[in-house]
């Protein structure tokens, strides 16, 4: 599905092979070809079986090979999904940064991405509320530039040497290994309480960030300040920062939980699939840059992660676009075996003093040693699409062979010196540093509510309500009254009433005072509201279309073709999954639909709106059928666009039942619930539905 092949998929096409080459026959791993994959060697006849041979090559081949598959899971993000794409510039920034990759324009870099869940394991459910990691690697030309990032612009802990402990208490618990990817149990709750510094960052895992809608519709953050140096030599600190074309969506809670077992690989899926039907995922890629000599005019220290830098202050730079356009051809050799490391950083980009950053230099290519050993960046995936020469040599599974009688520098030949500047070498930033040693923070990083103040003032009124909804909820997951009365006190330094409010849902006492003044301060970008899609559209979204024996043909023939149109992606749910008839047909005179689900093989859950076409006969099967109605009404409880027409429309309303909901009895009816209705109009023509479709647009 590549929009033209990449110099990084063209150097993993020379290690690909094809399963379907019909060439092929299977063989040994030693290249022998094989008779028969299926009976181990043994003492046999027509009669009797004898024992199996220890000596069969193939046999214990397949076996051994089989008892190995596994290796050690991610310590943390080991759920997760990639996909091939590429980065390029609509402007140079090389005003800030020598940076090929940021001041070429003519440039297309390829990329890697991998989305993922921080704290389930590989099986775990996509859905959970939990924060997402958003990792891209840059194959660029001057080397390998990852950026290790999330989809939330802050993080729970200043220092890397905390990062074990904050792990330790959102995974599942020592003792019965208790909840699985969840962050709703009293570790988890304890450690925020512990860690004030976390406050800030639990507000945001307690927004609707936590739970998108897609990877697609998420935003990626560095989070960490890295620099930028350009040609001049002078250094810039800056955060980077990826905003989805599609906008920032979210499920609804109860929306995430249900999925979360009706579909655990809803993500997954979701990627895929647009990136298989040409809906290539899109992302503006952004800079935040300061000059050195602005570094201390902050109240925040701006090399502490759980900070953001508020926008208003220092506005973000739009300057390049990422495209994911091919899914990976193997999940294991790709998406499983990719390795992302903060260190690696490219000429013209460098590190700060952030603490965490500093420290998560040295974990990631730790890590990779249990994961996938000392060679990790020759496999495939991870090895640059440049030249690689160097005297680092051997170790397990050592694949490059390099020829020469010198394998360290200094050498008589001369031969492989360092690079100079002009030749591309990496320069280090001569920064001059004094200070003492010490076990210590600066005065800034001890300031730890103003902002998780401000994330909240900054939020819309129905995200501060979920915000409330989901402390509600993850508290009362943790028995221990400690650790809930705990939390709930802490809340009243960021907001008394949100404080009164949780404690009253949790149990535990309820706070009486605002513990720390407010200063009602909000910040622009912080609430996911401000961030639609840069144009309005349906396309890869999901749309049931409910139909049952009887239904109209013209009306569904129409809604699909204006969906499909529109770059949606419509679906058939019907009773049952044999064949469905239109209005006057049935088996001897009609053709007949065949629906894609039956109405209890898929949920409302797993689309974005549903449409119930008119058809008398269709319309009263629905009626009488409860899981009709409900789809219909967990479609509305999910404040999702439902669209009714002709005789649909009384069953979509009495479906809905909602008290003081004013229908109007004009023909075209979109009401401020996002239910759309037809019941004057019958859509004898495409035009008509399409105006209904237009109008479902608005609600999504
Ligand atoms: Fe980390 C994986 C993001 C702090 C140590 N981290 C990992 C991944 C992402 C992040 C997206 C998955 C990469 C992949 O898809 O393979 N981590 C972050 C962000 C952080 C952060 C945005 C805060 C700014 N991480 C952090 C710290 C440490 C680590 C402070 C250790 C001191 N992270 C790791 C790790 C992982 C990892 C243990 C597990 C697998 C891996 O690295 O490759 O080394």
């Known amino acids: 599905m590549s929009s033209g092949q990449s110099a990084k998929v063209a150097d993993l096409s020379k290690v690909t092979k094809d399963v379907f080459d019909k060439n092929n026959r299977i063989t040994s791993d030693f290249g022998v070809k094989q008779t028969n994959t299926d009976d181990w060697l043994k003492v046999a006849s027509e009669d009797k079986t004898g024992p199996m041979l220890l000596e069969d090559p193939f046999a214990r081949e397949k076996i051994h090979r089989f008892d190995h598959e596994r290796i050690p899971e991610r310590v943390v993000h080991a759920r997760g999904s990639g996909a091939f794409g590429k980065f390029t510039l609509f402007e140079s920034a090389a005003d800030v940064t020598s940076a090929g990759v940021l001041t070429d324009t003519s440039r297309e870099t390829p990329v890697f991405l991998r989305f993922s869940t921080v704290l389930g394991s590989r099986g775990s459910a996509d859905t959970v ?28 802990i200043q220092d890397a040497m905390k990062f074990p402990d904050v792990i330790h208490a959102g995974k599942p618990e020592p003792h019965n290994e208790i909840p699985q990817a969840q962050s709703a149990h009293n570790n988890f ?31 990626g953050f560095g989070v960490n300040t890295y620099t930028l140096t350009n040609d001049k030599g002078e250094r810039h600190f800056v955060k980077f920062i990826f905003t989805p074309e599609l906008g920032v969506h979210s499920f609804v809670w109860d929306e995430a939980l249900k999925i979360a077992g009706q579909d655990p690989d809803f993500h997954r899926k979701d990627l895929w699939t647009a990136i298989e039907s040409g809906a290539f995922p899109k992302w503006k890629f952004g800079i935040q840059v300061l000059p050195e000599s602005r570094e201390h005019d902050f109240d925040f220290d701006i090399l502490d992660a759980t900070k953001v830098w508020p926008e ?21 050799t790709q998406t499983e075996q990719v390795a992302f490391c903060t260190g690696h950083v490219v000429p013209g980009i460098g590190f700060s003093d952030d603490p965490l950053l500093q420290g998560r230099n040295f974990s990631y290519s730790d890590t990779q040693l249990s994961r996938l050993g000392i060679n990790w960046q020759e496999l495939p995936i991870n090895k640059p699409v440049c030249p690689v020469m160097n005297f680092n040599r051997d170790g397990a599974m050592r694949h490059t062979i390099t020829k020469g009688t010198v394998n360290y520098w200094p050498n008589r030949y001369e031969t492989q010196p360092p690079a ?12 001059k540093i004094a200070g003492i040693k010490a076990r210590m923070r600066s005065k800034k990083f001890r300031e730890h509510y103003n902002q998780a103040e401000l994330f909240y003032n900054s939020l819309s009124s129905h995200e501060q309500s979920h915000v409330l909804n989901a402390l509600g909820f993850e508290l009362d997951h943790c028995d221990d009254p400690l650790v809930y009365t705990r939390l709930t006190e802490r809340l009243s330094f960021i907001d008394l009433k949100l404080a009164q409010d949780v404690a009253e849902m949790v149990g535990g006492d309820i706070p009486q005072e605002q513990k720390r ?6 910040a622009k970008g912080l609430s996911q509201t401000e961030f639609p899609p840069f144009e309005p559209t349906i396309a890869t979204r999901q ?14 023939n129409a809604i699909k073709a204006a969906l499909s149109a529109a770059g949606a992606l419509p679906f058939t749910i019907a009773p049952r999954r044999n064949k469905i008839y239109a209005e006057g047909k049935d088996k001897s005179t009609g053709k007949g639909v065949v629906p894609d689900h039956h109405l209890e093989g ?23 059928n409860g899981r009709a109605v409900h789809w219909i009404r967990e479609a509305f409880g999910h404040l999702k666009a439902i669209g009714a027409v002709g005789d649909a429309v009384q069953f979509v309303r009495d479906a809905v039942d909602l008290p003081g909901m004013a229908f109007s009895e004009s023909a075209d009816v979109v009401d401020s619930y996002g239910v759309v209705t037809a019941s004057q109009v019958h859509p004898q023509s495409f035009k008509e539905t399409l105006q209904i479709a237009k109008g479902a647009k608005e609600f999504m």
């Open 129 to 156: 509320r939990d924060v997402r990691g958003f990792a891209v690697k840059f194959y660029t030309e001057e080397g390998n530039w990852d950026i290790v990032g999330n989809n939330i612009p802050v993080f729970f």
């Open 189 to 219: 709750w304890d450690f925020q309480y512990m860690h004030t510094e976390a406050t800030h960052m639990f507000m945001w895992a307690m927004s609707d960030r936590t739970i998108p809608r897609s990877y697609r519709m998420m935003q």
């Open 312 to 332: 208003d202050e220092i506005p973000i730079r739009y300057i390049g676009q990422l495209e994911l356009n091919r899914n990976p051809d193997e999940f294991f």
């Open 420 to 431: 100079t500047k002009e030749e591309g070498g990496y320069l280090d930033y001569p920064e």
């Open 517 to 522: 003044p407010k200063h009602n301060k909000k």
């Open 543 to 556: 749309i049931a279309i409910i139909i049952a024996d009887g239904y109209d043909a013209v009306a569904y």
């Open 602 to 624: 898929m949920r409302s859950t797993l689309f974005d709106s549903v449409i119930v076409p008119g058809g008398a006969k269709s319309v009263e099967t629905l009626r009488k």
